[in-house]
């Protein structure tokens, strides 16, 4: 496509259910990362996928989260019993391969109740 | 660890004023971006820092790398309102597709 795209754009939960938040990087990308943003701060790194797996999950928080990329293109983060704390906006980019630069997406708002 | 930090982390400046953002790093490291926000909007990408001494303009906005200082700097010439919005710097964990740390962000408010 022509940019990152990421759904949904907007997310409210109950606090303790599962959510599944979907990223589709840019065709030929096969660089791609996950931050989270919560309000008032700069994005966090959570994990970094080259290909299909997962070059660097060092900011995951903990194991409620997960996250798969299993045809090296889309990309699914999982966050299972969602706590308050997990609110944030998840932001997700992509670039090429030796390309220095990423491309954002338009991010998802978690909004856990 | 890697830290990035900017300074000021707020700032209200008049229309028609100048001012400089700054952003130090704590390790060495090959690239250096700036990027720019909008209330609840994503992260829209201005410049790409490569090497020592880079220096790249667009606009009323010019942004510079020193790495021997670790410090980078986003100069606004001339601010006009639609320049408010919040600008974070982010730095390269290491070569190559690497994560990017981010800093705090700097709010700015252009004011009449």
């Known amino acids: 496509g022509a940019g990152v795209s990421q759904t949904p754009s907007n997310k409210v939960t109950e606090k303790g259910k599962y959510v599944e938040l979907r990223c589709d990087p840019i065709s030929g990308h096969t660089a791609l990362y996950w931050y989270r943003q919560s309000l008032g701060q700069g994005p966090e790194f959570l994990i970094y996928?080259?290909?299909?797996?997962?070059?660097?999950d060092s900011g995951l928080p903990n194991d409620r989260f997960f996250a798969v990329r299993p045809e090296g293109s889309v990309s699914t983060l999982k966050i299972q019993r969602t706590e308050r704390g997990d609110s944030a906006m998840y932001l997700c980019?992509?670039?090429?391969?030796?390309?220095?630069?990423?491309?954002f997406g338009q991010g998802t708002r978690l909004t856990v109740v | 660890e890697l830290k990035v930090e900017q300074n000021p982390l707020f700032l209200s400046m008049q229309e028609g004023k100048n001012y400089t953002i700054y952003c130090n790093y704590s390790t060495t490291s090959d690239r250096l971006y700036w990027y720019r926000q909008d209330p609840g909007k994503s992260l829209e990408s201005l410049f790409v820092l490569l090497s020592n001494g880079a220096v790249k303009q667009e606009g009323r906005l010019m942004a510079s790398l020193d790495t021997k200082a670790r410090l980078s700097t986003l100069h606004i010439t001339a601010a006009v309102h639609d320049l408010s919005a919040t600008y974070f710097c982010a730095v390269d964990k290491g070569s190559g597709n690497t994560p990017l740390v981010f800093g705090k962000g700097t709010r700015l408010s252009v004011i009449a």
């Open positions: 996928f080259q290909g299909t797996g997962a070059a660097d």
């Open positions: 980019a992509s670039s090429h391969q030796g390309n220095t630069e990423a491309f």
